[in-house]
């Protein structure tokens, strides 16, 4: 059983920061990749951001310069540092990790329940 968990999200005045957190757990072996997604309500879900193995990242077009993706390959963790924060980032943010359980050879893709981010201007 693999477990991927969120934290971190809140209420925050426009221009303000948060740091949103994702910890992957259980009988994973390994992860080749972890990303965050966000949907609005009456929205899409939507890539945010995605960091590799080797520490390649890639932003939405909507975020590059104000969010920064990092992960830390031995505690199976991640951080998603969001900066000038607007009222339309507002959306739970979903962390997705790709890992191998131990009890196979094939990658599937986990995600976490979300947490909720609220901007108000």
């Known amino acids: 059983q693999v477990q991927v968990v969120e934290s971190g999200g809140g209420l925050v005045q426009a221009g303000g920061s948060l740091r949103l957190s994702c910890a992957a757990s259980?009988?994973?072996?390994?992860?080749?990749?972890m990303g965050w997604y966000r949907q609005a309500p009456g929205k899409q879900r939507e890539s945010v951001a995605s960091?590799?193995?080797?520490?390649?990242?890639n932003y939405a077009e909507s975020v590059k310069g104000r969010f920064t993706i990092s992960r830390e390959n031995a505690k199976n963790t991640g951080t998603l540092q969001m900066n000038s924060l607007k009222p339309e980032d507002t959306a739970v943010y979903y962390c997705?990790?790709?890992?191998?359980?131990?009890?196979?050879?094939?990658?599937?893709?986990?995600w976490g329940q979300g947490t909720q981010v609220t901007v108000s201007s």
């Open positions: 960091i590799t193995n080797g520490g390649t990242t």
């Open positions: 259980g009988s994973i072996s390994s992860i080749n990749g």
């Open positions: 997705k990790v790709r890992g191998r359980p131990s009890v196979s050879w094939s990658y599937f893709d986990y």
